[in-house]
């Protein structure tokens, strides 16, 4: 019999969730144009994941933002589980195979990565959005399909802003050390 331990291990190790959430996330911001970027630098990147990936911290981001309870929606089982682990970084929030997910989602052509000067910009591609339409049918991602709509809604605003937002709605991410776990 597994451990919780090693249960919370294996999701982690899961990669296809991880970019499974990351397609959901773009395809929510997406422009519908491959040379108009989706999300703009991956530090954006990272902090909506943040709030996607943990439904309590999603739940109190949105009550900052005065969004409606009905578009809230967490569902009980959802406030203790803990897929993957986030540390805290110098921007906040990060998961260190961000880079690693990215590539791995250009490799497949989904997704395209642009640089500008020392921005990189994503945008899912054609194919990336037919896998997206795919992800979004699907009944276990329907709940972060959701939220990542309800991001794009409540926080399309730049990467300085979100960070902003983050430590003063979380200011307890900025007592952690850094390279330490962040815990829902």
């Known amino acids: 019999m597994s451990s919780l331990a090693d249960i919370v291990t294996s999701l982690d190790q899961d990669e296809q ?9 773009l ?19 990272a ?15 949105m009550r900052a933002r005065k969004v409606s309870e009905k578009k809230i929606s967490i569902e009980p089982y959802e406030r203790k589980t803990v897929e993957a682990e986030m540390v805290r970084y ?9 880079r690693r997910f990215l590539n791995v989602l250009a490799a497949k052509g989904l997704v395209s990565i642009q640089t500008t000067g020392r921005t990189i ?17 699907d009944v276990a991602f329907a709940p972060l399909a959701q939220r990542a709509k309800v991001l794009r809604e ?10 902003k937002f983050i430590y003063n709605t979380f200011p307890e991410i900025g007592t952690l050390s850094f390279d330490q776990a962040i815990v829902p």
């Open 47 to 61: 902090k909506l994941d943040f709030l996607l990936r943990y439904p309590t911290y999603f739940e109190k981001a």
């Open 90 to 98: 110098r921007y906040g929030p990060w998961d260190h195979r961000y």
């Open 154 to 163: 409540s926080i399309d605003i730049g990467a300085t802003d979100i960070m």
């Open 121 to 137: 910009n994503l945008a899912l591609t054609d194919r990336g959005r037919q896998q997206a339409e795919r992800i979004v049918g």
């Open 27 to 45: 395809a929510a911001f997406d422009r519908g144009d491959e040379d108009r970027p989706a999300i703009e630098g991956i530090t954006k990147l």
């Open 17 to 25: 969730i991880h970019l499974g959430r990351l397609i959901l996330l």
